[in-house]
């Protein structure tokens, strides 16, 4: 039983919108901060969101502006809306439980391509 599973990618033209899911097997995280990340294939793993356990959200340049975090406990799910989107963004976009266990979801393929 996987304890983060992720939904919502796929392919969008540029200045296209997606919203990525992350449902948490059980409940989302009120302790950790809970994050996205993306790593396109020649490139360093980037951390392009985050949301401590306040719910304070962070961005990381590229995407301030245009990316949104948010969770839903009542459905236990992290979210990042994805507007305006470039082809630069294009990458596996994956959650993570930034606690003692390090949990990551299986990533989602977001490609942006006219």
């Known amino acids: 039983q996987a304890h983060l599973v992720q939904s919502g990618g796929g392919l969008v033209q540029p200045g296209g919108s997606l919203r990525l899911s992350c449902v948490v097997r059980?409940?989302?995280?009120s302790i950790w901060p809970m994050e996205w990340y993306r790593q396109a294939p020649g490139k360093e793993r980037e951390?392009?969101?985050?949301?401590?356990?306040?719910?304070?959200?962070n961005y990381a340049d590229d995407v301030r502006g245009r990316f949104t975090i948010s969770r839903d406990f009542t459905k236990n799910t992290l979210y990042l809306q994805m507007n305006n989107l470039k082809p630069a963004d294009t990458a596996g976009y994956y959650c993570?439980?930034?606690?003692?266990?390090?949990?990551w979801g299986q990533g989602t393929q977001v490609t942006v391509t006219s």
């Open positions: 059980g409940s989302i995280s």
């Open positions: 993570h439980e930034n606690g003692p266990d390090e949990y």
């Open positions: 951390r392009v969101a985050v949301m401590s356990a306040g719910g304070i959200s």
